[in-house]
């Protein structure tokens, strides 16, 4: 059964940081490329960031550049999205997607909630 479970969520104050995490099962992991996707109130996906299967291509929405940071460890199957400095705009819950020609898996989101 595929899985992608995603944690790391929770409340911060602006300016402050959260780690992302998303564990993999089910799949070749090391062969898909991975992306995390967010969804903020009232409104539609949103793209974030993603990685190639080895780790050597990264790419950003343009609002995340400089403060996130998508990395991965094929050897433990995770995929993680450092976020720092936060805004409140940056609420939302952040699902991961594993992406290969035709295969397309979603894990069942974390909420991040970036408040004062």
């Known amino acids: 059964e595929v899985q992608l479970v995603e944690s790391g969520g929770g409340l911060v104050q602006p300016g402050g940081s959260l780690r992302l995490s998303c564990a993999a099962s089910?799949?070749?992991?090391?062969?898909?490329?991975m992306s995390w996707v967010r969804q903020a109130p009232g409104k539609g996906l949103e793209w974030v960031s993603a990685?190639?299967?080895?780790?050597?291509?990264?790419s950003y929405v343009g609002s995340v550049k400089g403060r996130f940071t998508i990395s991965r460890d094929n050897a433990k199957n995770t995929v993680y999205l450092q976020m720092n400095s936060l805004k409140p705009e940056d609420t939302a819950v952040y699902y991961c997607?594993?992406?290969?020609?035709?295969?397309?898996?979603w894990g069942q989101g974390t909420q991040v909630t970036v408040s004062s």
């Open positions: 997607n594993a992406i290969k020609s035709g295969y397309d898996y």
């Open positions: 089910g799949f070749t992991f090391s062969i898909y490329a």
């Open positions: 990685i190639g299967s080895d780790g050597a291509s990264t």
